[in-house]
């Protein structure tokens, strides 16, 4: 059989506030939600304006940078070429001096007519001489003078310039560094 209840139904009790709990959270979640990608936008915004602003200043510094970088090129070009001429004036003969201390050396009835420096401590004298007394003084002189050693009388023969007899000369050597110049030439 079948049974049909004909009674009303119990009522239900209500809880209070129960719509309002319904619909006012969901409508405070989405509330948060669009506030809290609107803050989001922004901030992504503010960061892409920041990064804009940072393009443009490297756009314009960037002929400074390379300004500065061909600067520092060449500051470092001009450094290696003051040190190589620190160098190559190390190693140079101090050609005034030599000359000068030649000149005094020289006796008076000799001529001195090329002096060749084939390397930085080398030299050859060619001249000539009235007389083979006169080229052996020259020797004597710089043989004294203490500021070269090994020095070698290479040619010493008769020639004729002109109407005058004369001996012309040829002498080689090297140059004493004043830091080698030995204790007794100083």
Known sequence: MIR????PRAPRRRIPGRPLFEIGLPLV??????????????????IQGDIKKAEDEIKELTPQVQAVEDLKKRIEEARKKEDLLAQL????LPASAILTNI????????WLTTLSVPDTRSFTLEGFGMSYVAVA????????AGIFEGLDLTTAERDRVGTNEVVKY???G????????????R
């Open 103 to 110: 000149r005094v050396l020289i006796p008076k009835d000799v």
């Open 89 to 92: 004036l190390a190693t140079q």
């Open 137 to 144: 003084r020259l020797m004597d002189n710089l043989e004294s």
């Open 170 to 172: 040829s002498v080689n």
């Open 29 to 46: 979640v989405l509330v948060a939600v669009v506030a809290f990608y609107l803050g989001l936008s922004a901030s992504v915004a503010r």
């Open 174 to 185: 090297r140059l004493v560094r004043p830091s080698e110049t030995p204790e007794g030439h």
């Open 4 to 7: 049909i209840n004909l009674l």
